[in-house]
């Protein structure tokens, strides 16, 4: 039978490996993305969830959240909220686009 300590050091184990993968993927990605100051992020609202990672992660505030109504009346949702970027202070940094759920970002041109 498997002991406490085992599972646990395996847990570990497989935590730091999940980890490296996630990370390799993370920069294979940031890799495939254009990013500088020539770049801006921009939001497809469609695809847009609301669900606060990207502010989160923008290390220049360059990202706000706002209320939007729905396009179907039929659909009653308290609360409907996008994300805007604020191209002034977006550097092009690209941490938005890396934590978008629903690839609602890219990068544009200025």
């Known amino acids: ?20 993968v996630m990370n390799l993927a993370k920069d294979e990605k940031l890799g495939k993305i254009k990013g500088g100051e020539q770049m801006v992020a921009f939001v497809d609202e469609d695809a847009c ?16 959240m706002f209320s939007k109504p729905l396009k179907n009346p039929l659909i009653e949702v308290s609360s409907n909220r996008k994300a805007r970027i604020l191209r002034d202070e977006c550097t092009g940094c690209r941490l938005c686009v890396l934590i978008c759920p629903t690839d609602a970002i890219s990068m544009i041109e200025r």
């Not at 050091?9 to 490296?20: A, G, N, S, V």
Request: hydrophobic share 30%; with cysteine; net charge negative.
């Open 49 to 64: 969830i609301g669900c606060d990672q990207c502010p989160t992660v923008c290390d220049d505030n360059a990202i706000e």
């Open 1 to 20: 039978m498997t002991s406490k300590e085992e599972l646990e050091k395996r847990h570990e184990l497989e935590m730091i490996r999940i980890e490296k």
